[in-house]
T-cell receptor
Framework: NAGVTQTPKFRILKIGQSMTLQCTQD?????MYWYRQDPGMGLKLIYY???????DKGEVPNGYNVSRSTTEDFPLRLELAAPSQTSVYFC??????????????FGQGTRLTVV | RKEVEQDPGPFNVPEGATVAFNCTYS??????FFWYRQDCRKEPKLLMS???SGNEDGRFTAQLNRASQYISLLIRDSKLSDSATYLC??????????????FGQGTELSVKP
């Protein structure tokens, strides 16, 4: 079982470059999330999606964009990368989080450095 | 008040000790609660779920206090392998609440020999 797959695992970007972090899940989860985690800090929600075609901002959306054209895929786009975006990015998916027996499954993370 | 707030830590305890962390939440309508474990900035993984007053799994006990809006995680007989960051998650209740799955900032535990 693949679960949640993120690519790439590591990336170094120059200031001003753009890139897309890929995330795909094979569990037919309707909810998907993008988080960033800075050193020594907790997870901050960037964007989330409650289903194909529906996305919404989380706690720290500035500098990022997302799309959800299919249930499986939830790419995160960085435009004009800045050093402040150096972080570890996690994608996750779940069934509706307000329901019981809901667990969020995470990808292995993308370690991004902007220099 | 933050949606989810945890004891700041770090907690440094000797092997065999009992340690407890707290997590407070602001949404009184929340019905489900989770503790995740994260090792060395790897991906978080589910440790325990709490739906009623509490849940116990071996050395781990999670308790819920709805009146004071907090959940706690108790670890008995700490092992070196328990060293990790423990994350609290309190999802909003119901589809209309949206999908803002917010994590607490995490509590770091270090178990020493």
């Amino acid at each position: 079982n693949a679960g949640v797959t993120q690519t790439p695992k590591f990336r170094i970007l120059k200031i001003g470059q753009s890139m897309t972090l890929q995330c795909t899940q094979d569990m037919n989860h309707n909810y998907m999330y993008w988080y960033r985690q800075d050193p020594g800090m907790g997870l901050k929600l960037i964007y989330y999606s409650v289903g194909a075609g529906i996305t919404d901002k989380g706690e720290v959306p500035n500098g990022y964009n997302v799309s959800r054209s299919t249930t499986e895929d939830f790419p995160l786009r960085l435009e004009l990368a800045a050093p402040s975006q150096t972080s570890v990015y996690f994608c996750a998916s779940s069934y509706s989080p307000g329901r019981m027996n809901t667990e969020a499954f995470f990808g292995q993370g993308t370690r991004l450095t902007v220099v | 008040r933050k949606e989810v707030e945890q004891d700041p830590g770090p907690f440094n305890v000797p092997e065999g000790a009992t340690v407890a962390f707290n997590c407070t939440y602001s949404n009184s309508a929340s019905q489900s609660f989770f503790w995740y474990r994260q090792d060395c900035r790897k991906e978080p993984k589910l440790l325990m779920s709490v739906y009623s007053s509490g849940n116990e799994d071996g050395r781990f006990t999670a308790q819920l206090n709805r009146a004071s809006q907090y959940i706690s995680l108790l670890i008995r007989d700490s092992k070196l392998s328990d060293s990790a960051t423990y994350l609290c998650v309190v999802p909003p209740r119901g589809y209309n609440q949206g999908g803002k799955l917010i994590f607490g900032q995490g509590t770091e535990l270090s178990v020493k020999p």
